[in-house]
């Protein structure tokens, strides 16, 4: 897609594509208004009452050529919302290929939301598909002229967001004969050389070194052997604080010998979206030159089975010293995390921490697939990563860490046990990572419900979403 800025209609378009508040139909006289006679009898002959997503198509001749003007109604203008509203233009422009649109969008304050709505409409994953090797030798550009509140920085902004967002979209929808620890890590080097950070991968020998054993386990049935990825930006060399982000990077999750049912298998390639995410939002840090300093850090493994796979009943030690009594080998994202997020406090110096990981089937129980779950263990540094969602119009909502579930990880023989038993399992998984944090400012996201879509809705389409990606880069440039 091509995307430019204009303040007129004026060039030749295939078509226009007119966004507008039902309050707001006198901007028809501004653009049309040697038409506006002819559009206002169509609007009353077909009933058009600009409701929400509503769609009325009039051809009009404009310098001897047809022109399709698509009016698209956007509902009562005190009744909207941000997530109707990017609804609305997403599925106004969809699919549209090989054309040069037009699209107003000036009753809508916030252009940002509106180059981001038309630019994720873009969103296909069909690589695998004979056809799309067909389509791909054909012309499918679009090219979009945009007349809205929007500068040509923001523009930029927003192309960058898709960027990244994309790029984690990607990332999970690939399948896991091809992320495997090695080739995502080759993944966060080719886009630290595009955007502009650092990356250093280690192999299995280090993270021996380093003593993170909880992450050995995990890994050590798999063929695909573990990586320990940690990606830097330093815009902020003036300063000391250092935001850790810790992505879950579970290239594959079979369950262990707590072997997954087939039916929850089947989307397990996509437990590496934490991974993915922060790969995602460093990507669009980087490229925006944000002044801050940010150090993310994946510890990337297949959760395999095998005659050397970790068992139910095994203690195991951990990076931090802690010992952990594993009672569910399915349990696995929270131990590679803990190791994780010790190595980003104790070796990186981070001063603040999120980790985000598809850690808990819980979390789909208790939010479904819309909305992330969040722990914290403070409150200020929580406000700012509900300000950052909300910034983003991607939903979040925190759960307690309320003392009493802490006690339910509790082992008879070691520190921890590494599940908390049949109750708030989205609030024990984060827990379970708390007891490993300290004291630093510390939010936990997961995102096992929002990552992923069996079926497209609002913006969002088949398979990975990409959700979160923005949140964290806005949380780093609040
Ligand atoms: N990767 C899964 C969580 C998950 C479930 C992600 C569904 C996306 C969709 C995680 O490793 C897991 O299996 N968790 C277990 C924990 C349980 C054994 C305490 C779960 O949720 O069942
Ligand atoms: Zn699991
Ligand atoms: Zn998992």
């Not at 698209?72 to 969809?94: A, C, H, Q, Y």
């Not at 380093?210 to 060399?237: C, H, N, Q, T, W």
């Not at 990077?249 to 087939?262: E, V």
């Not at 406090?345 to 850690?359: F, H, M, Q, R, S």
Request: aromatic residues 8%; charged residues 25%; negative net charge.
């Amino acid at each position: 897609m091509i995307i430019n800025l204009i303040s007129k209609i004026g060039e030749k378009y295939d078509e226009i594509y007119f966004f507008l508040y039902k309050e707001e139909k006198m901007l028809i006289n501004k653009h049309f208004e040697k038409h506006v006679d002819f559009i206002n009898k169509v609007i009353e002959k077909k009933d058009f009452k600009f409701k929400n997503g509503e769609k009325l198509s009039i051809v009009l001749e404009e310098n001897n050529s047809l022109v399709e003007l698509n009016i698209i109604g956007l509902g009562k203008k005190e009744k909207s919302d941000n997530f109707t509203l990017r609804t609305n233009i997403f599925k106004g422009v969809e699919g549209i290929k090989n054309k040069k649109i037009a699209v107003i969008s000036e009753s809508i304050e916030n252009g940002k939301l509106v180059a981001e709505s038309i630019l994720f409409s873009e969103y296909k994953f069909d690589k695998y598909k004979e056809k799309s090797k067909e389509e791909k030798n054909n012309l499918d550009e679009l090219e979009v002229s945009l007349l809205g509140n929007i500068s040509l920085e923001e523009l930029n902004e927003a192309i960058s967001i898709r960027d990244g967002v994309f790029l984690a979209r990607n990332l999970v929808n690939e399948p896991a004969n091809v992320i495997y620890p090695e080739t995502l890590a080759i993944e966060a080097v080719k886009a630290s050389e595009k955007y502009g950070f650092t990356v250093d991968v280690y192999d299995e020998e280090k993270i021996k070194e380093l003593g993170m054993e909880a992450f050995l386990a995990v890994s050590r049935a798999a063929y695909y052997r573990p990586k320990l990825i940690v990606m830097k930006y330093l815009g902020d060399p003036t300063s000391s604080e250092l935001t850790g982000l810790v992505g879950k990077g579970l290239t594959y999750d079979t369950g262990g010998l707590s072997l997954k049912p087939s039916t929850s298998m089947d989307t397990m390639k996509s437990d590496m979206g934490g991974a993915a995410t922060v790969i995602g939002a460093l990507s669009i840090i980087a490229s925006q030159k944000i002044k801050k300093n940010v150090v993310a850090v994946i510890a990337a493994c297949e959760n395999s089975i095998g005659g050397n796979a970790y068992r139910p009943g095994d203690i195991i030690g951990t990076m931090q010293g802690k010992t952990i009594e594993v009672l569910n080998t399915d349990a696995e994202g929270r131990l590679t995390l803990v190791d994780a997020v010790h190595y980003t406090i104790n070796n990186e110096k981070a001063t603040k921490i999120v980790d985000i990981a598809t850690l808990t089937g819980a979390a789909l129980v208790a939010l479904g697939t819309t909305t992330t779950a969040a722990i914290s263990n403070n409150d200020e540094f929580y406000k700012m990563v509900e300000e950052a969602a909300n910034l983003s119009d991607e939903r979040l909502w925190r759960l307690p860490n309320f003392p009493e579930y802490g006690k339910l990880l509790e082992s008879k023989i070691a520190d921890l046990k590494n599940i908390g038993g049949k109750y708030a399992g989205t609030i024990t998984a984060g827990m379970f990572i708390e007891k490993f944090v300290g004291k630093i400012p510390w939010v936990h996201l997961d995102i096992a419900g929002t990552s992923w879509t069996d079926a497209p809705y609002d913006f969002y389409t088949y398979g990975g979403t990409g959700q979160i990606v923005k949140t964290l880069y806005n949380l780093i440039k609040l």
